[in-house]
């Protein structure tokens, strides 16, 4: 049985990139939001804003 969480938010951290494939010919932004004490708690989705420039 995995532990309960705790309900206290925990700090996020979010780093955008950009990537590349098809040897150069395409590429995207991703959008990378983690809880920093965790390994398994993130979220990565294609977008072109980090959460740091949403002000």
Request: proline share 5%; aromatic share 8%.
């Amino acid at each position: 049985m995995v532990p309960a969480e705790s309900n206290t938010p925990q700090p996020l951290q979010s780093r955008s990139y950009r990537i590349t494939v098809d040897e150069g010919r395409e590429s995207f932004y991703a959008l990378s939001i983690e809880e920093a004490e965790r390994e398994d708690a993130w979220l990565m989705s294609d977008t072109v804003v980090a959460l740091e420039n949403m002000l």
